[in-house]
Antibody
Framework: QVQLVQSGAEVKKPGASVKLSCKASGYTFSSYYMHWVRQAPGQGLEWMGGINPSGDSTSYAQKFQGRVTMTRDTSTSTLYMELSSLRSDDTAVYFC???????WGQGTLVTVSS | DVVMTQSPLSLPVTLGQPASISCRSSQSLVSTDGHTCLSWFHQRPGQSPRRLLYQVSNRDSGVPDRFSGSGSATDFTLKISRVEAEDVGFYYCMQDKQWPYTFGQGTKLELK
C-alpha cells in the first residue's frame, strides 16, 4: 500500500549530526515533492523544508538554514534529512510528508542529550 | 512567512455536540490558479498527523462527512457536526500556498 516508513529512533550528543531516512512505497516516488516536519515534545508542527521531485532543488526554513540538508534517492525511493550541530532543543519527532501533506511517515524520535 | 492563528486553543466538547475551530492567515491563501491553499489535520497523541480537508473544504478519502470546512482568503473554519470519542486530539490548520508551509498553533479538542 501507499506508505512512508521512517528509520528508527536516534540518541545523539550535542554538536553531533543525525541523518534520517524515509522510504516510500506504493506510488511513484519521483513524481512528488517531499517535506520534513518536526514536533518538539508537547509542541506543534514545524515545517523544516522540502525537496522537489527530481531532487535538484530544496528549500529550507530560515531557522534551519546552514544546518539541514535534504536529499532523495530515486533508485531506492528514499528521502533523507541530515541535521547537524544538534542542540537539546532539536529533541523532537521528525516526520516526512508527501507533497501537500496528504501522506505522512510514522515519525522518528531524535533525542539530543549529553 | 504566512502566520496562521487558530482559536480556540482548547475546546471541551460534549459527545454528540458540534465543535468549531477558527483559523486565520496573515495573507490571502488564494493561489494564482484560483485554489485556496488551506488544509486541516487531526493528530492523536503518539500518532502522525492525518489530513482531513484540503483546499478549504475537500475531504480526504475516508474522512467522515461530519467534518466540514469553510472560509475564504484569510478566514477559515473547521466544523464537526457531532463530536465522537475518536475525534479527541489536536487539530491544525496549514497553509500550502507558499514555502515555508506554516501551521496554526493547534487546538486541543477534549471531551467534557
Amino acid at each position: 500500500q501507499v506508505q512512508l516508513v521512517q528509520s528508527g529512533a536516534e540518541v545523539k550528543k550535542p554538536g553531533a549530526s543525525v541523518k534520517l531516512s524515509c522510504k516510500a512505497s506504493g506510488y511513484t516516488f519521483s513524481s512528488y515533492y517531499m517535506h520534513w516536519v518536526r514536533q518538539a515534545p508537547g509542541q506543534g508542527l514545524e515545517w523544516m523544508g522540502g525537496i522537489n521531485p527530481s531532487g535538484d532543488s530544496t528549500s529550507y526554513a530560515q531557522k534551519f538554514q546552514g544546518r539541514v540538508t535534504m536529499t532523495r534517492d530515486t533508485s531506492t525511493s528514499t528521502l533523507y534529512m541530515e541535521l547537524s550541530s544538534l542542540r537539546s532543543d532539536d529533541t523532537a519527532v521528525y516526520f516526512c510528508a508527501r507533497d501537500y501533506a496528504e501522506l505522512w511517515g510514522q515519525g522518528t524520535l531524535v533525542t539530543v542529550s549529553s | 512567512d504566512v502566520v496562521m492563528t487558530q482559536s480556540p486553543l482548547s475546546l471541551p466538547v460534549t459527545l454528540g455536540q458540534p465543535a468549531s475551530i477558527s483559523c486565520r492567515s496573515s495573507q490571502s491563501l488564494v493561489s494564482t490558479d484560483g485554489h485556496t491553499c488551506l488544509s486541516w489535520f487531526h493528530q492523536r497523541p503518539g500518532q502522525s498527523p492525518r489530513r482531513l480537508l484540503y483546499q478549504v473544504s475537500n475531504r480526504d478519502s475516508g474522512v467522515p462527512d461530519r467534518f466540514s470546512g469553510s472560509g475564504s482568503a484569510t478566514d477559515f473554519t473547521l466544523k464537526i457536526s457531532r463530536v465522537e470519542a475518536e475525534d479527541v486530539g489536536f487539530y491544525y490548520c496549514m497553509q500550502d500556498k507558499q514555502w515555508p508551509y506554516t501551521f496554526g498553533q493547534g487546538t486541543k479538542l477534549e471531551l467534557k
